[in-house]
């Protein structure tokens, strides 16, 4: 089975822009996650979404948002880039459990603003 | 919420020595507790998970250990070898409906000498 791809992998932007990344989760899997990896606060959640419907979120900003399509595929946008939302953006994709998911991470997207 | 604590932050070992990695959390609710390996430029490896009602789970050199009581729980690494060399990630799930969220420790960046 094909991992968790995400794109793009690399990306430079001037504060005040907006970015949108994009997750294509594990074939079958039905859940996905996004975090945000930083050297200083380590690996945050920022939000699930599950069957097109977000259902967990994170203490961010407004500014982050989020949706997943019927394929299961999911795309976060960050708008008025901001210079601290430099990070490693990571998304994960969820074998759903009775009560708990595994979740399975791919290479992230690496966003620079300058 | 979670809080997932992590230690030691940095572990050198030699080659064929073991290496144990220490978490506590915080919510009880808390049962499934994932550990991720991450090597530079890519996004976290599932390596071996457990789940509240186990106590202790091994995968050939890898096992982790709970202890549900004091809400600690273990990595250990026996026979290490260069390649293990890595940032390690311990993690927990959220409790009731949220079990799709995990709170990370800050990472242990373990090294193996030859």
């Known amino acids: 089975k094909a991992g968790v791809t995400q794109t793009p992998r690399y990306l430079i932007k001037t504060r005040g822009q907006q970015v949108t990344l994009s997750c294509s989760p594990i074939?079958?899997?039905?859940?996905v996650s996004w975090y945000q990896q930083t050297p200083g606060q380590g690996l945050q959640f920022l939000f699930e979404?599950?069957?097109?419907?977000?259902?967990n979120k994170g203490n961010f900003p407004g500014r982050f948002s989020g949706r997943q399509f019927s394929n299961s595929r999911s795309e976060m946008n960050v708008s008025t880039l901001e210079l601290g939302d430099s990070a490693l953006y990571l998304c994960?994709?969820?074998?759903?459990?009775?009560?708990?998911?595994?979740?399975?991470f791919g290479p992230g997207t690496r966003l620079t603003v300058l | 919420g979670e809080n997932v604590e992590q230690h030691p932050s940095t572990l050198s070992v030699q080659e064929g020595d073991s290496a144990v990695i220490k978490c506590t959390y915080s919510?009880?609710?808390?049962?499934?507790f994932p550990w991720y390996k991450q090597e530079l430029g890519k996004g976290p490896q599932l390596i071996i998970d457990?789940?509240?009602?186990?106590g202790e789970k091994k995968d050939q050199r890898i096992a982790v250990t709970l202890n549900k009581t004091a809400k600690h729980f273990s990595l250990h690494i026996t026979e290490t070898q260069p390649e293990d060399s890595a940032v390690y990630f311990c993690?927990?799930?959220?409790?009731?409906?949220?079990?799709?969220?995990?709170?990370f420790g800050q990472g242990t960046i373990l090294t193996v000498h030859p």
């Open positions: 074939s079958g899997h039905r859940s």
């Open positions: 993690a927990a799930n959220a409790g009731g409906t949220s079990y799709g969220k995990l709170t």
């Open positions: 994960a994709s969820s074998l759903e459990r009775v009560t708990y998911n595994e979740q399975f």
């Open positions: 457990i789940r509240s009602n186990v």
């Open positions: 979404y599950f069957s097109e419907t977000q259902r």
């Open positions: 919510d009880s609710a808390s049962n499934y």
